[in-house]
């Protein structure tokens, strides 16, 4: 018997993955691997081991970038957003305060502790004038974008 003949799906039969041991062993191993990078961004940094990664949205017009993240649960002095030439930094920690004493969990998905995300600016921005607003656990920062005369500066060589 050839391993091709072992295979379900070579002898006509169409199982569900909860029938068929093989089938599930590669859905949870695609599923353990989708889960590991999903939402990292190792380019800029990964964020803490706990798995915390706030969500953003980025966007812009012809005069300002937008840059949207949702920060469930966080206190405003919890966050900390710094501007720097080249990147938008904000980073943060979420406290776990539940009491926990004489509990015993079934269940725990949700995700504390610190986290830190890098975004790259599309273009230079104006430090002045930059706005950020925390409400309902959603940080809305509005960077206004430097027009091109703002960024280079002509400079006149004087003979000597």
Do not use: C, Y
């Amino acid at each position: 018997m050839s391993l091709k003949q072992l295979m379900p799906w070579n002898r006509g039969l169409v199982r569900h993955p909860e029938q068929d041991p093989f089938m599930a062993w590669q859905q949870e191993l695609s599923r353990t691997f989708d889960s590991l990078f999903e939402g990292k961004d190792w380019l800029m940094g990964p964020s803490d081991l706990a798995g915390l990664h706030p969500k953003l949205d980025i966007s812009e017009t012809d005069t300002e970038v937008h840059v949207t993240a949702e920060l469930p649960g966080m206190a405003e002095q919890d966050i900390d957003v710094e501007l720097t030439d080249e990147f938008l930094k904000i980073r943060g920690e979420k406290k776990d305060e539940r009491e926990t004493q004489d509990r015993h969990f079934h269940r725990t998905e949700r995700t504390f502790g610190r986290f830190e995300r890098m975004i790259p600016l599309p273009g230079k921005v104006l430090r002045d004038g930059v706005t950020a607003t925390f409400k309902q656990g959603v940080l809305n920062v509005v960077l206004p974008k430097a027009e091109a005369n703002q960024v280079h500066q002509k400079v006149t060589v004087q003979a000597g």
